[in-house]
């Protein structure tokens, strides 16, 4: 470990960024790390992935621009761990805030809450706004329980991939392990896809951030399985048997698995064929409840979502005890 106390720098950091967020003074002052991290990904595209080069030549492009981008985020990473531990006893501090901005449990709450308050407010044209704001998906082809459905996935998989995971790495290797992750995912959802371009050129960030998001999305599915179990609207067991069966059908290695836990839980059908823009996708379906889902629905989802996240933090705190114990 880069930071001998992970775990407590992991929980000090999920409860910062649950009371504070990323202010957007802050963001329109200096960005957020995602966005440099793009900023990086964006220019190696720009320069290593060209187009008149064969397959294998932009496959290994893109390997190297990987490379080059861990490289740089584990450099800068231990650079910043470095200059917080001159702090000494209160290096936990600094080193907190930083990794607080790895994390995303504020603004996922926030941006699915919205998708729910503008249809209630707006009808549909309200909530195929707000849905806009955090799915790829074509909006003006989901009716409102499309919309509802949208929302509750995203809330699902980003859960996993925009907390739980960087939550994990955070606490197996500091910071450096959860800017690396960061970085990693970051590729993945810039030049991670199967277009035209960059099939070849993102494959292997494709491939690394499946392997690193694996662990995360099984502890996302038993998070919100035991937090169904708390909560009366929801039930557990039909969370553990969606999970059990429909997991292994999405078309993602590890976005089946938070939501056909969530799908279980709240009595839903998630996922299924949609459209991104013009171009439908064949997917499997994710429990097998209604489809019909509401901003009710969303609230419900948001519910079980506040219960997981505190599941999220009683695992930081005992590991930080044990540590300390032992």
């Known amino acids: 470990m880069i930071f001998p106390d992970t775990l407590p720098l992991l929980l000090a950091a999920l409860l910062i960024e649950a009371a504070l967020g990323y202010p957007a003074r802050l963001y ?54 470095w200059l917080c531990r001159l702090a000494g006893a209160f290096a936990l501090l600094p080193l907190a805030l930083l990794a607080s901005t790895l994390l995303a449990q504020r603004s996922l709450y926030e941006h699915v809450a919205a998708v729910a308050e503008g249809l209630e407010n707006g009808g549909l044209p309200g909530g195929r706004k707000a849905v806009a704001m955090i799915v790829g998906r074509n909006p003006e082809s989901l009716d409102e329980a499309g919309v509802a459905r949208a929302a509750i996935e995203s809330l699902s998989e980003n859960f996993s991939d925009g907390i739980v995971a ?39 960030a494709a491939r690394l951030d499946d392997l690193v998001n694996l662990p995360a999305s099984r502890l996302t599915a038993l998070l919100l399985i035991v937090a169904a179990a708390l909560d009366r609207q929801a039930d557990a067991f ?49 429990g097998d409840g209604q489809a019909e889902a509401t901003a009710a629905d969303i609230r419900r989802a948001l519910a079980l979502y506040r219960r997981a996240c505190l599941l999220l933090w009683g695992l930081a705190g005992l590991g930080s005890l044990a540590a300390i114990v032992l």
């Open 28 to 81: 329109a002052w200096i960005g957020h790390p995602v966005t440099w991290i793009g900023a990086l990904i964006a220019s190696l595209d720009r320069g290593l992935n060209r187009e008149s080069a064969a397959f294998a030549a932009r496959r290994l492009a893109g390997i190297v621009a990987l490379a080059i981008l861990l490289c740089v985020t584990l450099a800068a990473s231990l650079a910043l761990v």
């Open 238 to 286: 039909a969370a553990w048997r969606a999970v059990r069966r429909d997991a292994r059908r999405h078309r993602s290695p590890n976005a089946g698995w938070p939501e056909a836990a969530m799908a279980g839980a709240l009595g839903l059908r998630l996922a299924g064929p949609r459209f991104y823009g013009a171009v439908r996708v064949e997917d499997g379906w994710m």
């Open 166 to 204: 960087p939550a994990f790495w955070l606490g197996v290797g500091g910071l450096p392990g959860g800017a690396l992750y960061k970085a990693i995912n970051t590729a993945d959802s810039m030049i991670g896809h199967k277009s035209p371009r960059h099939l070849a050129f993102g494959w292997a």
